[in-house]
């Protein structure tokens, strides 16, 4: 396939143009170019600087404290971790001279830090963004926003009324292939669409949440009594610290960890800012019987208005993530998070091509057949074949990258962020209805007057 470059600058002006060019060419593959970032070698002005504390220094916080670093203009000012191991790799990857504490509050207190990356286990999501914003600070949020259905307008009424920014660190709605994905549909693509299916499968150990665990892990290294938190008070307990997300009074399994990145970029794309009407989960634990509370399979059915979703997530079979957009003039297929490289567009018209006679008598059936092909059949040479249209992102793209630098900017002018709590809320409320209805085993509904997931 012939290979071309479109600029992100250039989406609003262009695609629609060159989509249809393409078309008529044959079908290519376009190439998205990554958002216009300055180098991080240019320099910038002491007033365009943003200094942010990160709270939480693990498998992801790791990843986003070093990637916030590499942009321009970004300074990490302080680190948070519980763990000693974590106290340590925060000092490797932001300096040895990076001051580092175990108490977030030390972050909050610090008038020469603008905003937070906060990285920490879902049970904590609520109390760490309340306290930002009490303290004056924006805050990056890891993924799903809440861990409890009211947490989330709470979150939203107390960042309307400190005037912050809170940012959700599902990074769909930053990636360029989302956004040009969300552009097409918008121009009616697919036709009406009324059915989406996603799907993703693992088979290791680590995918399934089975982290290794600190040698060194003890209440000596590790603050438990901090990290439980709102949370039932246990003793120490490694397990839990180390593989939190498969146990529900911290996590929401499969739902929040997997389903989020699924029902963020579905609502993104289209544009929902409310939660579905009403879930329906299937599921088990079929393999990982390691004292955890939560399915390693799980399959959900959505109702929202107009349209159907149907997500599915095994823990037991590698599988690479994948989204279906069915619509009646064609489909959609997008590769997902865990393999962002683009999508395709499969035209379809929706028409007989052929006439369509069951069980006629054979007379009848021919003179009908000779009048259809007389009005339909195109001339020799003009038929023309659908195009498969594909759309691919730039080599070793990272759109958290992005999504890291759109939170940077929004803390900089102070515009919208692009994946507000309120976006967040409907997004994480879907997965809560996933959960309720599987440990409920009943039809989740979503009331909107009383705010509630309730039985159908």
Known sequence: MGMKKISRRDFMGRTAATTLATGALGGKAWRLDASPIPSPTR?????????????????????????????????CAMGCDLWDGRVTLAKEIGGADLPVTKRYQDILDNKDIDCVVAAVPDHWHKRIVLDAVSAGKDI?????????????????????????????????????????????LAQNVVGDLCL????????????????????????????????????????????HWARWRCWQVYGEGVSGDLFIHMLTGIHFVLGVMEPPRRALSTGGLFRWHDGRDVPDVLTTTYDYPGFRVTLRVTLNTDDPEVYRFLGSRGIVHLNGIENPSGFTISPQDGKDHSP??????????????????????????????????????????????????????SVRTRQPSVEGPEFANAAAIACHMANFSYFNQCIAVWDVHQREIVKA
């Open 196 to 239: 989406i299916e996603s799907s993703l499968g693992r088979n290791n150990p680590c995918g399934a949440w089975e982290y290794g665990i600190p040698p060194d892990l003890s209440p000596q290294t590790l603050d438990w009594e901090t990290w439980l938190g709102p949370a039932p008070k246990i003793p120490f307990n490694k397990e």
């Open 356 to 409: 369509c006679t069951p069980a006629w008598p054979h007379p009848m059936a021919a003179a009908y057949s000779k009048k259809w092909h007389a009005r339909h059949d195109q001339a020799p040479g003009t038929a023309q074949a659908s195009q498969v249209i594909g759309y691919e992102a730039p080599p070793r793209y990272d759109d958290t990258r992005d999504h890291l630098w759109n939170f940077f900017q």
């Open 140 to 184: 990056y949020v890891e993924k799903p926003m809440t861990h409890e259905v009211p947490e989330g307008f709470e979150i939203i009424a107390a960042a309307e009324s400190a005037r912050r920014i809170v940012q959700c660190g599902s990074q769909e709605p930053s990636s360029v292939v989302y956004q040009k994905l969300k552009e097409l």
């Open 43 to 75: 320099p910038v002005a002491a007033s365009d600087r943003v200094r942010f504390g990160m709270i939480g220094v693990g498998m992801r916080g790791a990843y986003l404290m070093a990637t916030s670093i590499g942009l321009p203009g970004v300074e």
